[in-house]
């Protein structure tokens, strides 16, 4: 199971991103998909999620209304769309999978991999 973030990078407030989780070495189509993000002394925190079959999403309050996941599974990729960018999203994000082949609703904080992350810096 492979799972690659990229997209990061430095961005003003306001301003906007998108990340990317290619996947590699499973089937997507049965995996929930989700963003984890670790900003540096602070503690990981779920994002957002997207479920296997239906599509149905999950967002922290403080990113709803301005972060979208989608996902493409015939590209093997996730996306999540960032917009209106605060300095608090300042970390690295990390994509994650949850086996889950009847998924209707995902769950941000569960998973069985994650990939390495890629960095987020918004500044004020």
């Known amino acids: 199971v492979q799972l690659q973030a990229s997209g990061g990078g430095l961005v003003q407030a306001g301003g906007s991103l998108r990340l990317s989780c290619a996947t590699a070495g499973f089937n997507l189509d049965y995996y929930d998909i989700g963003w984890f993000r670790q900003a540096p002394g602070k503690e990981r925190e779920g994002v957002s999620c997207?479920?296997?079959?239906?599509?149905?999403?999950f967002y922290k309050d403080s990113v709803k209304g301005r972060f979208t996941i989608s996902r493409d599974n015939a590209k093997n990729t996730v996306y999540l769309q960032m917009n209106n960018l605060r300095p608090e999203d300042t970390a690295v994000y990390h994509c994650?999978?949850?086996?889950?082949?009847?998924?209707?609703?995902?769950?941000?904080?569960?998973?069985?991999?994650w990939g390495q992350g890629t960095e987020v810096t918004v500044s004020s």
């Open positions: 997207i479920s296997s079959k239906n599509g149905s999403t």
């Open positions: 994650t999978a949850d086996y889950d082949p009847y998924g209707r609703t995902c769950k941000v904080n569960k998973y069985n991999y």
